[in-house]
């Protein structure tokens, strides 16, 4: 039976990132529809290994409680958020920002009007579906049946390069290989603090914080405030 469950999760995760990265860079579609084919996926694949493999509620198999020991979560969600700031401060130079203000307008129908809303998406719903899916389903049960190892480096190396496909077409090689190796170091610690609480509530923290952070900027960089 363990055998299945990990040839499920690794398989059912890949096929996920591929179809996710074919939605973001091969069709013309916009920001919505490109979430809700995220929505569906990171809902539904965890959804039929807990209820087909695990027999199991939802709920209950995500482990919140209300003892849940939280304090890496916030004292790492807030490190993250200024260290996103001076990471951001010490690239700017080196990124075509207009390029990347261009590329969201035009291929995912972002701009100043709508970009509110789409950060209030991006940190708390878009934050918790990936932490649901890349911790949640993938590393923390992978990490429960015994293979530790396979869990941490398969989920932050799924977990990079489903953010490499987001934005590959924004920056130079070196940039985008930095990117790659800050992404998967930025796995293993969400991985690292889940495993305080056996669930992905830690991770969740940091995410939604570091998402703050880039909103923060993207609002700075489209004038909007």
């Known amino acids: 039976m363990n055998d299945r469950r990990v040839l499920y999760i ?8 591929l179809l996710l990265y074919l939605v973001e860079q091969h069709l013309k579609v916009n920001y919505l529809f490109k979430s809700l084919s995220k929505i569906i996926l990171f ?7 807990i209820k087909i493999l695990n027999k199991d509620t939802l709920w209950k198999h995500m482990k919140f ?3 849940n020991n939280l304090r890496y979560g916030i004292i790492l969600g807030v490190s993250s958020f200024v260290i996103v700031i001076l990471t951001f401060m010490f690239v ?24 509110i809303l789409v950060g209030l998406y991006i940190i708390f719903i878009n934050s918790f579906l990936e932490e649901l ?7 923390l049960n992978l990490y429960k049946l015994g293979h530790r190892k396979l869990g941490y480096i398969f989920s932050s190396l799924l977990f ?9 077409t924004w920056f130079n090689i070196y940039l985008t ?11 293993l610690i969400f991985n690292y ?3 305080k609480s056996q669930n992905f509530l830690n991770s969740w923290i940091i995410h939604i914080l570091a998402d703050c952070a880039i909103i923060a900027i993207g609002i700075k960089l489209l004038g909007i405030v």
């Not at 809902?43 to 290994?49: D, V």
């Not at 899916?133 to 590393?139: A, I, K, L, P, Q």
């Open 92 to 115: 700017k130079d080196y990124i075509n920002i207009a390029d990347i203000i261009s590329e969201l307008e035009n291929k995912s129908k972002i701009n100043p009007t709508n970009f």
């Open 10 to 17: 690794i398989l059912s995760s890949t096929i996920t990132i």
């Open 65 to 67: 409680k209300k003892d």
């Open 177 to 187: 290989s930095l990117a790659l190796v800050g992404l998967i170091t930025i796995g």
């Open 133 to 139: 899916f890349f911790r949640g389903f993938v590393f």
């Open 193 to 195: 603090v889940d495993t």
């Open 43 to 49: 809902i539904i694949i965890p959804y039929l290994y």
């Open 160 to 168: 990079s390069l489903y953010h490499i496909t987001i934005f590959q």
